[in-house]
């Protein structure tokens, strides 16, 4: 059974695009919409994608996906967040950075000369008292003491993803994978079988295996293949941070048509690519 699509969040779609039935949709991707993440943790997430939290641990999803592939690049498929989604991980960090630069010292902190006023006392002793004062970091004169430095705050940790899908490279159509780590993502293409090819969908799966996520596509011969195993993407992650959707792509940039209108002005008109999402279970 499909999913309830009111327990969806739409990123680069509008809220009302959200399908009311989640078992047969479409997402359009416009021209240099994509979702990558190279080094230092520099993530472009401008992709369609609708992605759902879960109340349970997360145990497989699956879809078919199939669209009139045209452009280089061209995918779509199924996508597992482990961690913060895309787009909300900076803005989480700078807020809790403003916080703490801007909270007030600590209570009880010694700010300016004024707080002892009384003057040094006469006598033969004099001279050890100061300096006594002066070894236990007593303020006896000059002006304000200068509040210590805010503490420091490590980046919130990238989130871990995992894309798989369908994707158009070299006029053919492929199984894709994509694997991103706070290290970046790697980016892996497998060629369909030949009885296969000349299909324009496919249907892939991602399975929760212990700590490890697994990969696949079926092939409508010998049933489900095995693209990739992710062994570490379970590892150190609650299940309320796992959040899984779809997504669709068009990352090349010249998706774009120029054509005279009757009034003899050009205009200019984008190549959305239009994929459509069939059989969405989540589990």
Same mark, same amino acid.
């Given at each position: 059974?499909?999913?309830?699509?009111?327990?969806?969040?739409?990123?680069?779609?509008?809220?009302?695009? /959200?399908?009311?039935?989640?078992?047969?949709?479409?997402?359009?991707?416009?021209?240099?919409?994509?979702? $990558?993440?190279?080094? #230092?943790?520099?993530?472009t997430?401008?992709?369609?994608?609708?992605?759902?939290?879960?109340?349970?641990?997360?145990?497989?999803? %699956?879809?078919? &996906?199939?669209?009139? $592939?045209?452009?280089?690049?061209?995918?779509?498929?199924l &996508?597992?967040?482990?961690g913060?989604?895309?787009?909300?991980?900076?803005?989480?960090?700078?807020?809790? @950075?403003?916080?703490?630069?801007?909270?007030?010292?600590?209570?009880?902190?010694?700010?300016?000369?004024?707080?002892?006023?009384?003057?040094?006392?006469?006598? #033969?002793?004099?001279?050890?008292?100061?300096?006594?004062?002066?070894?236990?970091?007593?303020?006896?004169?000059?002006?304000?003491?200068?509040?210590?430095?805010?503490?420091?705050?490590?980046?919130?940790?990238?989130?871990?993803? =995992?894309? &798989?899908?369908?994707?158009f490279?070299?006029?053919?159509?492929?199984? @894709?994978?994509?694997?991103?780590?706070?290290?970046?993502a790697?980016?892996?293409?497998?060629?369909?079988? #030949?009885?296969?090819?000349?299909?324009?969908?496919?249907?892939?799966?991602? %399975?929760?295996?212990?700590?490890?996520? $697994?990969?696949?596509?079926?092939?409508? =011969?010998?049933?489900?293949?095995?693209?990739?195993? &992710? @062994?570490y993407?379970?590892?150190? /992650?609650e299940?309320?941070?796992?959040?899984?959707?779809v997504?669709?792509?068009?990352?090349?940039?010249?998706?774009?048509?120029?054509? %005279?209108?009757?009034?003899?002005?050009?205009?200019?008109?984008?190549?959305?690519?239009?994929?459509?999402?069939?059989?969405? %279970?989540?589990?």
């Open positions: 059974m499909p999913p309830d699509s009111s327990s969806f969040t739409a990123l680069n779609v509008p809220h009302d695009a /959200v399908p009311e039935w989640m078992g047969s949709f479409t997402l359009a991707a416009s021209p240099n919409t994509d979702l $990558w993440r190279k080094p #230092p943790s520099r993530d997430s401008t992709a369609p994608i609708l992605y759902t939290a879960l109340r349970n641990p997360f145990i497989a999803a %699956e879809v078919t &996906v199939s669209a009139d $592939w045209e452009l280089e690049w061209d995918q779509g498929g &996508v597992i967040f482990a913060a989604p895309p787009g909300r991980i900076a803005s989480t960090t700078a807020e809790t @950075t403003s916080n703490v630069a801007t909270s007030p010292p600590p209570t009880g902190s010694i700010t300016s000369a004024s707080t002892n006023p009384s003057p040094s006392p006469a006598g #033969p002793n004099s001279s050890a008292a100061l300096s006594a004062g002066q070894q236990s970091g007593a303020v006896t004169q000059g002006g304000p003491r200068r509040a210590p430095p805010p503490p420091y705050v490590a980046p919130a940790p990238a989130s871990k993803w =995992v894309k &798989v899908g369908l994707e490279c070299n006029n053919a159509c492929h199984a @894709t994978s994509v694997c991103a780590t706070s290290d970046g790697d980016w892996a293409l497998s060629a369909l079988p #030949p009885h296969h090819a000349r299909r324009l969908d496919l249907r892939v799966k991602i %399975e929760r295996i212990g700590y490890a996520l $697994w990969v696949w596509y079926e092939d409508e =011969v010998s049933g489900w293949k095995k693209l990739r195993e &992710v @062994t993407f379970f590892w150190g /992650v299940d309320k941070a796992v959040r899984v959707g997504y669709a792509s068009r990352p090349a940039n010249f998706g774009t048509t120029i054509y %005279e209108r009757r009034n003899g002005g050009p205009s200019v008109t984008q190549r959305n690519l239009c994929v459509d999402f069939e059989g969405l %279970e989540i589990f």
